[in-house]
């Protein structure tokens, strides 16, 4: 039987500790250094951003896992996203992980370094040193929330979740903790996101563990912009003394989709944490011809400056979204697409239709609600999701390094 834990976190499963210090990276003298840490090393899975330039930490946490498959340690620091920083940052990166590694006696290749905040500035390594002395001595095995406190930049909450999982052979835990709120979009969704999990995962389980990923954190889009430090990290230290290979069949199951659905939900709390977003929208692209073409209308849709203002101010433009879908690439022909907000139909095989005006603006002006693009094409479903773009979103944006 699964359960999922509203108050669980990183150190959910067994054999996880974590902290979060304040090191003065951030001006606001909010907690800006985290420490997560297995006790015993972890088969490690990592997906990281497509963007053509990529942050320090990010070329670090590569090159560890092409040589190393188990880690015990991630250090994070937010304020500074150590991008564009040349070989200086790269080495800097280098010197946080030798550090935790000195502090917790890991042998080498077994810490990972995520770094968020402004890019184009080189890390203030004498706070860096002493926020990681400070995280190495607060560890302890309750502290998701200090670690989901101490990754934030703009975000207004953190995001945390856990889940366990009842079987023959006892449970199995899960836990999670994202950071973002702007420059999101697919490929990776800036976002960080940390998962753990004391089963014991297989070495091949990386073609999952994408696939999670792509069902969650690569579902979703604030700004169409794709970060230089995405990073979304998953350790299975197998604490539990089960191995995923000891569930039955059916239990499998259940592990995969808890784990999609964790991924999914902590992915949806950045989209409602959205700068200044006040919509949360699911954008669902149905019977496409396949998947991807599926996926592809729908990101495309989503990242639309002109539907997401609509979305903003509760005007049920329908007219904005067709044309986004037309625009996409993705196969369509526009005489035979049936479009719903929520349950109330405003396109029916291409033609307009006589929709309950009283209905539809009832449907825009919720929080949370879902556009369906019904392509009558073939048998393929996808979905994003996304948020409105405000005022607040420039604000926030226009500001953002003064």
């Known amino acids: 039987m699964l359960k999922f834990l509203p108050q669980g976190g990183v150190c959910t499963p067994q054999g996880f500790k974590a902290s979060g210090v304040a090191a003065g990276i951030k001006e606001s003298g909010l907690s800006d250094v985290a420490l997560l840490y297995s006790t015993v090393p972890a088969q490690c899975f990592g997906t990281f951003t497509t963007n053509k330039v990529q942050a320090a930490p990010v070329l670090f946490d590569k090159k560890v896992l092409e040589s190393n498959s188990r880690v015990a340690g991630i250090i994070v620091n937010s304020g500074n996203a150590n991008a564009c920083t040349g070989h200086t940052g790269y080495q800097n990166t280098v010197d946080m992980a030798v550090q935790v590694q000195e502090l917790l006696g890991l042998a080498s290749n077994q810490v990972l370094v995520c770094s968020t905040g402004v890019i184009g500035q080189l890390l203030p390594m004498g706070k860096v040193r002493k926020g990681i002395d400070l995280a190495v001595t607060a560890l302890k095995d309750d502290a998701s929330t200090e670690f ?8 207004t909450v953190h995001k945390t979740l856990g889940a366990e999982l009842q079987t023959e052979s006892g449970v199995v835990k899960i836990g999670g903790a994202c950071k973002g709120s702007g420059m999101i979009h697919p490929n990776m969704a800036t976002m960080l996101a940390f998962i753990t999990t004391d089963i014991e995962l297989p ?18 889009t604030v700004d169409g912009d794709t970060s230089t430090n995405d990073s979304c990290i998953l350790l299975a230290n197998g604490a539990s003394g089960i191995k995923y290979e000891d569930l039955s069949l059916s239990e499998q199951g259940q592990y995969r989709r808890a784990m999609e659905d964790l991924m999914r939900e902590l992915a949806l709390k950045i989209v409602r944490d959205g700068e200044g977003a006040t919509k949360l929208v699911e954008v669902k692209v149905e019977k496409a011809p396949n998947n991807a073409e599926a996926l592809q209308m729908a990101r495309f849709i989503s990242t639309s400056n002109l539907v997401k203002t609509a979305m903003f101010g509760q005007d049920p433009n329908w007219g904005r979204i067709l044309s986004s879908a037309g625009s996409s690439g993705a ?8 479009l719903y907000f929520d349950d109330v139909l405003v396109l029916e095989q291409g033609q307009p239709t006589q929709a309950d005006l009283n209905a539809l603006s009832a449907v825009v002006k919720k929080e949370e609600y879902q556009i369906r693009l019904v392509l009558n094409l073939g048998n393929a479903t996808a979905s994003a999701f996304t948020c409105d773009l405000s005022y607040d979103y420039v604000k926030i944006n226009a500001e953002y390094t003064t």
């Open 331 to 338: 196969s369509l022909n526009p005489d035979l697409v049936d």
């Open 203 to 220: 070495v091949n389980f990386a073609g999952e563990f994408k696939a999670w990923v792509n069902q969650s954190f690569n579902a979703i």
């Open 148 to 155: 989901s406190q101490a990754i934030m930049t703009t975000d």
